[in-house]
């Protein structure tokens, strides 16, 4: 297997990997004389409490006046389409029922049945569950139930121990997915999130916008593995990676290519933000790489390696690419 490392891939010399990277620290946090890493390990707690909490997430104080946890304006390159507007999230609570929405898309508050009643497209599987494509005011929304894979899913399926709404997967996806798109990241739009509990459990669901006329990384790579567009693939990683949000779970199924060869990340299901630091930007391109393995088997990887070190390169690129953006 190669060495997955930026550092590799940055030239440094591998295995002397650093937690504490200035050259990746967000230059929010520079500015405020703080650094990450060992040094300051009480001061990388506090930014990262204040980057998880929502409020940080959906505040209206501009962006730059924040503690560093996502980007400013994007360059053309790595930014979004033009028909992704701002997110206004409103809450609704019924009963045992809550949801939140976009109250841009929905011009009539939905009920705790929009789903359910929605004109259905079409469905297929997806990762651990199934999703739907559904009718929205905006065109088509794709429906994720959450569900639990691996064993648990046999005792509990569908359920997940409720900590307080705020905690909850949907909402909390929700959230992310609102403050990213609005901001012009490679991200699908959040549309709708609800939660529905039964005493010391719930259920969840999310509707977010489908992206026209995409298919997956893996439908791509089975397809034709020649034509992957990886400099865009890696911009969209590296987008996502300056925003300090680590992906859960970055494989090929979450990566999405449209007609002109630009990249989408989905599924944003327990990804949070964090302190910035190389190590699990490392580790979700190490996941990323396992995924191609597993996809693609061990023959064609051995070809492939030699090509994924230029691939990492592309992607220490456009992570410095971003960075200079936000010194301009």
């Known amino acids: 297997m190669p060495d997955c490392s930026l550092g590799h891939a940055l030239g440094r010399p591998v295995g002397l990997r650093q937690d504490h990277d200035t050259q990746f620290v967000s230059p929010d946090l520079i500015r405020a004389g703080v650094h990450i890493g060992r040094r300051y390990p009480a001061e990388a707690r506090e930014i990262s409490a204040i980057c998880s909490r929502n409020q940080s997430l959906t505040s209206s104080q501009p962006l730059d006046k924040r503690p560093g946890c996502i980007p400013g304006k994007l360059p053309p390159q790595f930014a979004a389409v033009a028909w992704m507007p701002d997110v206004s999230p409103t809450m609704i609570k019924a009963g045992a029922d809550a949801w939140l929405y976009d109250a841009d898309v929905f011009s009539d508050p939905p009920n705790a049945n929009w789903l359910e009643a929605a004109p259905r497209v079409e469905s297929e599987r997806a990762g651990r569950g199934q999703i739907h494509l559904l009718e929205t005011p905006v065109g088509i929304g794709v429906h994720r139930a959450y569900r639990r894979g691996g064993r648990i899913m046999v005792m509990l399926g569908d359920r997940y121990l409720f900590t307080g709404l705020e905690q909850t997967r949907p909402i909390r996806e929700f959230r992310l997915l609102a403050t990213l798109s609005t901001h012009g990241l490679p991200v699908p739009k959040p549309l709708l999130a609800r939660v529905r509990r039964n005493g010391l459990v719930y259920r ?14 893996t439908d791509r790579l089975r397809r034709d593995a020649s034509s992957v567009p ?39 299901d327990r990804a949070t933000v964090r302190a910035p630091k190389l190590i699990w930007r490392e580790e979700n391109l190490q996941r990323l790489w396992q995924s191609l393995h597993k996809i693609q088997g061990k023959r064609w990887m051995q070809q492939f390696e030699p090509a994924w070190q230029q691939i990492l390169d592309d992607y220490a690129h456009a992570f410095a690419a971003l960075k200079r953006a936000r010194w301009s």
């Open 204 to 217: 969840g669901d999310l509707l977010t916008g489908a992206i026209p006329d995409t298919e997956t990384l």
């Open 230 to 268: 990886w400099s865009a693939v890696m911009a969209a990683i590296a987008a996502v990676h300056h925003a300090n949000v680590w992906h859960a779970d970055l494989n090929a199924h979450n990566i999405l290519i449209d007609k002109q060869d630009k990249a989408w990340v989905i599924d944003f």
